[in-house]
Nanobody, 121 residues
Framework: QVQLVESGGGLVQPGGSLRLSCAAS????????MGWYRQAPGKERELVAVISSGAITNYADSVKGRFTIFRDNAKKMVYLQMNSLKPEDTAVYYC???????????????WGQGTQVTVSS
């Protein structure tokens, strides 16, 4: 069984910073792509940032230059450093990882439970 647990969300003023963390646990053999998505009220879930196993990153245009995704393979963790936060960044942020379990020979996609980020004065 694989679990993803996010942390680091909260309330922050515009212009502030937050760092989200996502830890994977379970019988994990390998992790491929890791990413962060978000969903604001009344909107569809959207990609925020992804990082490949080779540390190649890709960002949504709306967060380029403000957010940074990075990973720690040894700890099976992915992070999202969010700077210069704006009210429009308010959403539930979800961690997503492509994981190969020890008992399987293919990658499957897993999601965390989400963490709320609210940007407001």
């Amino acid at each position: 069984q694989v679990q993803l647990v996010e942390s680091g969300g909260g309330l922050v003023q515009p212009g502030g910073s937050l760092r989200l963390s996502c830890a994977a646990s379970g019988s994990i053999f390998s992790i491929n792509r890791m990413g962060w998505y978000r969903q604001a009220p009344g909107k569809e879930r959207e990609l925020v940032a992804v990082i490949s196993s080779g540390a190649i990153t890709n960002y949504a245009d709306s967060v380029k230059g403000r957010f940074t995704i990075f990973r720690d393979n040894a700890k099976k963790m992915v992070y999202l450093q969010m700077n210069s936060l704006k009210p429009e960044d308010t959403a539930v942020y979800y961690c997503n990882q492509e994981i190969k379990r020890s008992s399987e020979n293919y990658f499957d996609t897993y999601w965390g439970q989400g963490t709320q980020v609210t940007v407001s004065s």
